[in-house]
């Protein structure tokens, strides 16, 4: 499997509605990013969590990480249409080589 | 807009042809790379640039050829490609630090068809 796996795959929900999603990975990391990708852009960083930290917030973001269980999960609050987009998590091993997981697709209905 | 630009922004080409993608950076990053994305796919890491040596190279095929002139500019050199290899190539940009701990800063991409 590959490393930094995500669920749900895909997620749909109203505006102002939370919408939460998670993400695995298997070997040990330096910290965990998260980034966001609208459709036929590039990617953008939205927060990063290093090894030693178990949560993190940037406005409406809140992340967490649980090294035991090797897992975080992302929290977007009062979801807003403009939230539309794929969401990935991405672990950066200590050899410096960062991959990422497979990514959930959000969708915010108005 | 973002800070790292690549063109082109599409590219069509034939599998004989010979290409250039480009990307470019003026945020004073030393750390480059190069991902291959397929369609509802995630970024898969093709090179590693950092202080304008190739510090990763992750087993990417001969007909993928990067080159990093200066800190800000970096290429990716493309001959003899096949049909699978048509996907979006995004460049991304960083800092260095003594740890993997910064943010990358991506490029919109070049999306790549070869027929």
């Known amino acids: 499997s590959q490393q930094g796996e995500e669920d749900p795959q895909a997620l749909s929900i109203q505006e102002g509605e939370n919408a939460t999603m998670n993400c695995s990975y298997k070997t040990s990391i330096n910290n965990l990013q998260w980034y966001r990708q609208n459709s036929g852009r590039g990617l953008v960083h939205l927060i990063l969590i290093r090894s030693n930290e178990r949560e993190k917030h940037s406005g409406r973001l809140r992340v967490t990480l649980d090294t035991s269980k090797k897992s975080s999960s992302l929290l977007i609050t009062a979801s807003r249409a403009a939230d539309t987009a794929s969401y990935f998590c991405a672990t950066v091993a200590p050899a410096g080589k960062s991959t990422f997981g497979d990514g959930t697709t959000l969708t915010v209905k108005p | 807009d973002t800070e790292v630009t690549q063109t082109p922004k599409h590219l069509v080409m034939g599998m004989t042809n010979k290409k250039s993608l480009k990307c470019e950076q003026h945020m004073g990053h030393r750390a480059m790379y190069w991902y291959k994305q397929k369609a509802k796919k995630p970024p898969e890491l093709m090179f590693v640039?950092?202080?304008?040596?190739?510090?990763i190279n992750e087993s990417v095929p001969s007909r993928f050829s990067p080159e990093c002139p200066n800190s800000s500019l970096l290429n990716l050199h493309l001959h003899a490609l096949q049909p699978e290899d048509s996907a979006l190539y995004l460049c991304?940009?960083?800092?260095?630090?003594?740890?993997?701990?910064?943010?990358?800063?991506f490029g919109d991409g070049t999306r790549l068809s070869i027929l």
């Open positions: 640039y950092s202080y304008e040596k190739l510090s």
């Open positions: 991304a940009s960083s800092q260095v630090s003594r740890g993997p701990d910064q943010p990358q800063h």
